[in-house]
């Protein structure tokens, strides 16, 4: 008999996920917190792939790395592929012709479908993990470079910088890194107050996005829930 849980198939692995090396919890809403998700999800890490090495160096020798996890993930059998860190947007289009399965590999993906959803006067508001390191490449390769945007980083924050940047220790205190994130967010829209909707790039960042829809009553998007809305297009229930 086959398994299936919420429509899904257990025989079979919607998503795949290319992570980096870290070692800081993941709490629920993370795309590497599994049980957070109501299918199975492969994940395959890249040894030393860092966010120093991803977002501060832009190191391309980790192009080859990332396409050749991508690859083992399409050969166990899963159905699309992420990956942990939403600044990997600057290899989605050569990750994506290394397979012949879908590939999201940011959060960022979703800025020009969001901008669509929105009246033309309005922003997309999106919150990255440092904006000074995110380029007009990464806009790009998501096809994002022309949709107006305010962009917001978390490069300023004590903790986020000192656990998920720098990597000088692998514990934090949820609340106080909530209230770093509304306090970048609610900057953003002081400077920004025509936003229509946030996306939030950091997977660091998706534990808090019911918090940060309900704080500031705007549609929020992050690689979490993306990752549910692919899960259901490459294994579609029957009713």
Known sequence: MTLVKGGFNYYSIPIGVICLESYFPKPIGHIKHPAGFDFPVLYKTVQGATIERLIG???????????????????????????????LALFQREIADAVDIPVFISSLIQIPMV???????????????????????????VGAENVPVAIAGMQHQPQFVDVILKGNNNDFDLDVFRDEL????????????????????????????????QRFNLPVYDLTSLTRMVAATVERKIA
């Open 182 to 213: 509304f306090a970048v967010i609610e900057a953003m829209i002081a400077e920004n107050p025509n936003l229509g909707s946030i996306v939030l790039e950091c997977t660091d960042l998706s534990h808090f996005a019911p918090q940060v829809q």
């Open 57 to 87: 160096q832009r190191d391309i020798a980790l192009l080859q790395p990332f396409i050749d996890a991508a690859k083992e993930l399409e050969r166990e059998g899963v159905k699309a592929i992420t990956a942990s860190c939403g600044f």
């Open 115 to 141: 901008y669509q959803s929105l009246g033309r006067h309005r922003k997309v508001g999106v919150v990255v993990a440092n904006s000074d390191a995110l380029s007009a490449d990464h806009l790009a390769a």
